[in-house]
């Protein structure tokens, strides 16, 4: 750690920034198999937002590994590293005053635990993206299943490499139970619940 850099503190506030948005800004952070519908119901809850005029904004595993962390694999040390620097960048985002949407596998409970320690405890909402195995593989969007049962890829989170739900996450949504459409609606359900979102909107 460089211990000749300070932390500077903004000009504009976190509070005034939601201020000026009307409303608060938190993490919601998607964790499940990959196929389990993450990044579907993350992006459906996203533009149900925006429609809300609310700020936020889909950070999502396969574009973060084209950019930010194309430096990094799939083995324990990698992933962890993987979520610690979405955790700091989520964090960033709660700053800027918006919702940030995050649609990793996150398999391991204390990366995600690291994560929730990040933010204020009003800040962090996990949500199991709940979907059996077998019907994750058989949805296989990317075909990736096939390629990790064929022995193509090493590592794959449910075949060789181990996926830690969540004990007590905020919410739970059983993907292979209801359409996308209930799903999204279950999280914006909870945000209103919560008062993330406000009665009026
Ligand atoms: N070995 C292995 N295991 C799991 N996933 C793999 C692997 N190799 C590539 N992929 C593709 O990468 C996506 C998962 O990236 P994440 O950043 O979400 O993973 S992690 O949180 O660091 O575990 C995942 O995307 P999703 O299907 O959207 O979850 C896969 O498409
Ligand atoms: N209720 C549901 N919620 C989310 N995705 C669903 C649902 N039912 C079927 N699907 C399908 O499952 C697949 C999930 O893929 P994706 O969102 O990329 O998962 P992940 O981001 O977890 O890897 C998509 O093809 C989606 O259309």
């Not at 962390?69 to 005053?97: C, P, Q, Y």
């Not at 292979?176 to 279950?186: E, G, K, V, Y």
Request: glycine share 6%.
């Amino acid at each position: 750690m460089n211990t000749n850099v300070v932390w500077h503190q903004t000009a504009v506030t976190k509070e005034e920034r939601r201020q000026r948005n009307g409303h608060h800004s938190c993490v919601l952070w998607f964790t499940g198999l990959s196929g389990s519908g993450k990044s579907t119901v993350a992006n459906a809850v996203s533009k149900k937002l925006f429609d809300l005029g609310i700020q936020n904004y889909v950070l999502d595993g396969d574009n973060v590994r084209h950019g930010l962390n194309k430096d990094l694999g799939f083995s324990a040390e990698d992933r962890t590293e993987n979520i610690r620097r979405i955790g700091e960048v989520a964090k960033l985002f709660v700053d800027s005053g918006q919702f940030v949407l995050t649609a990793f596998i996150s398999p391991f409970a204390q990366d995600r635990a690291l994560v929730r320690g990040l933010v204020e405890s009003d800040e962090f909402i996990e949500i199991y993206v709940k979907c059996p195995l077998e019907e994750c593989e058989k949805r296989d969007p990317k075909g990736l299943y096939q390629k990790a049962r064929n022995g193509e890829i090493r590592n794959f989170t449910g075949i060789d490499s181990p996926y830690e739900a969540p004990e007590a996450p905020e919410l739970i949504i059983d993907t292979h139970l209801h359409s996308i459409h209930q799903c999204a609606d279950q999280v914006i359900a909870y945000l209103r619940d919560r008062h993330f979102i406000k009665e009026d909107l």
